[in-house]
């Protein structure tokens, strides 16, 4: 399912939650998707948090 900036503008104006879930990879990316979630915010700071990286930068 995708949502356009449109939409996300209309559920706000009517009140409406708008749920989103945050995705460190693409297995959890695609499962958050196939679950209908409307919007994924994709983190970078795994690669610091999980990998050890000393920036986001080899994730981006």
């Known amino acids: 399912m ?3 900036i449109g939409e996300i503008r209309e559920m706000k104006q009517r009140g409406e939650k ?3 879930l945050t995705a460190y990879d ?3 990316a ?3 998707d196939e679950a209908g979630v409307p919007l994924i915010l994709v983190g970078d700071s795994l ?3 999980i990998l050890g990286y000393e920036s986001t ?3 981006t």
């Open 57 to 59: 930068i080899p994730v």
């Open 26 to 28: 693409y297995a959890t």
């Open 30 to 32: 695609k499962l958050v």
């Open 18 to 20: 708008i749920p989103m």
């Open 47 to 49: 690669g610091m948090v």
């Open 2 to 4: 995708r949502v356009t």
